[in-house]
């Protein structure tokens, strides 16, 4: 998933053509590059976690549904935070707090503790939250304003380039070094191999934490480019005039970003399992992390792609095919088995790929006055991560392979939305931004 856009309004900053932005968008894209690394690495650590812990599948999802609750409960401390102490320190902060939640995983696995796990991740998501709130507006005003969408597009791929690496990343230094990574399909560990199984966890997280730390440090002395204060796009008055309510773009945005999440994050969590298993491609963790890295290159490539469509046709006409594209793979993934269904579940990143940006665009459309509120709402609703847990229940009740039904139904809302839920209603002019 590409980091959400921060419904903070957007600072103001004084453009000088003297001034070489370059070194500090460079900087700001790691953090993006960073975020999307550390969230995708979890897609190895949970068949790791699977086997160290004996967990069901409801258990193992519950940790990524953790991992977004902490974005639904950090995003207002977030933005406070950012309104007290301004966006370069909140940078900072937003790092440190990772590092801590990177170094408190190493205990975790000394342990071992399941429980510890889940707060530690919960820890490293708040960091990424504040950064997610922190580094977008500033991002948007960090050189020239009209090239700001280039600059946000550039560090959308320094994601894509985290997220894609990170399994390869995984792989190699927690599943490949452990007992139930490199075995055929899911094994029974004795304690004295859980707890090896567990350290390997260690080194990775140590690395982590240790390249946080240094990006703090750089970003509190580096001379970011100076920033006047924050902007309100309209007054309070102005706002109370209109409804939020009365926007069926808005209303059926919300849920659609909300299921939209289901979809993405239950396939990234459970294609491991999945793919490993005998009737599919039967390959170790190990090996099958390495496929899950052509997944999400699969959701940058599909970005590119998408962004070339959508000047030629309309957004909604986009989303809807690749919605429909989406839908026909997981069935694919369904009813088949061997090769056939390992490459549909990856195919599937392909068509995620555009989702949430677009559905954002199309959820904010003609809200005019009530824009921010709005980008607000939709920001909410990725705690829909969360109900991931909701498909490793299925997976423990039905079988893991029918589970991927739930994603299935989660592909037609999105054509629902895209046909009908994001047609306009009651659109309102954009007025403009106070200064």
Avoid at 177 to 203: C, F, H, N, P, Y
Avoid at 229 to 257: D, Q, Y
Avoid at 358 to 370: A, N, S, V, W, Y
Wanted: charged share 10%; proline share 5%; hydrophobic share 55%.
């Amino acid at each position: 998933m590409a980091g959400p856009v921060s419904s903070t309004a957007a600072p103001t900053v004084t453009h000088n053509p003297g001034t070489r932005y370059g070194p500090a968008l460079g900087l700001l894209a790691s953090l993006f590059f960073m975020w999307g690394f550390i969230t995708v690495i979890n897609n190895t650590l949970l068949p790791h976690l699977r086997s160290v812990f004996d967990l069901s599948y409801t258990q193992t999802t519950l940790i990524e549904s953790v991992w977004f609750i902490a974005y639904f409960f950090a995003s207002i401390p977030s933005a406070k935070l950012i309104e007290r102490v301004g966006y370069q320190k909140s940078m900072v902060i937003g790092l440190l707090i990772m590092a801590a939640g990177a170094a408190g995983m190493t205990l975790a696995a000394s342990i071992p503790s399941y429980g510890v796990t889940l707060v530690m991740l919960f820890v490293i998501a708040s960091g990424i939250t504040l950064l997610q709130v922190a580094a977008n507006p500033y991002v948007a005003v960090v050189g020239k304003p009209e090239t700001a969408s280039s600059r946000l597009n550039l560090v959308q791929a320094m994601n894509s380039a985290g997220t894609m690496l990170a399994p390869l990343f995984g792989a190699y230094l927690i599943l490949g070094r452990s007992k139930g990574g490199t075995a055929q399909g899911d094994v029974v560990l004795t304690q004295a191999e859980r707890l090896a199984d567990a350290q390997s966890v260690i080194l990775p997280y140590i690395i982590v934490a240790v390249i946080l730390v240094v990006l703090a440090v750089i970003i509190a002395r580096f001379p970011l480019p100076a920033m006047g204060n924050a902007t309100s796009r309209h007054s309070k008055e102005e706002r109370k005039k209109h409804s939020l309510w009365a926007h069926r773009n808005l209303v059926f945005g919300i849920p659609a970003i909300f299921i939209y999440l289901i979809a993405e994050i239950g396939v990234a969590n459970l294609f491991v399992n999945f793919v490993s298993q005998p009737q599919i491609a039967n390959l170790t963790h190990e090996q099958a992390g390495n496929y899950l890295s052509l997944l999400w290159g699969g959701m940058m490539v599909g970005r590119f792609a998408g962004s070339a469509i959508m000047q030629k046709f309309d957004a909604g006409h986009a989303l809807a095919a690749f919605s429909i594209g989406a839908f026909i793979v997981m069935l694919v993934t369904v009813f088949t088995t061997g090769p056939m269904a390992m490459w549909a579940l990856i195919l599937v990143g392909l068509f995620h790929s555009i989702m949430f940006p677009t559905i954002f665009t199309l959820g904010i459309k003609g809200l005019g006055p009530l824009t921010e509120e709005g980008s607000g709402l939709l920001i909410m609703a990725i705690a829909g991560g969360a109900l991931v847990v909701a498909q490793g229940k299925l997976a423990d009740e039905y079988g893991l392979q029918w589970s991927f039904l739930l994603t299935a139904a989660c592909e037609l809302y999105i054509l629902f939305y895209a046909l009908w839920g994001s047609k306009v209603t009651h659109a309102l002019p954009d007025q403009p931004v106070a200064e």
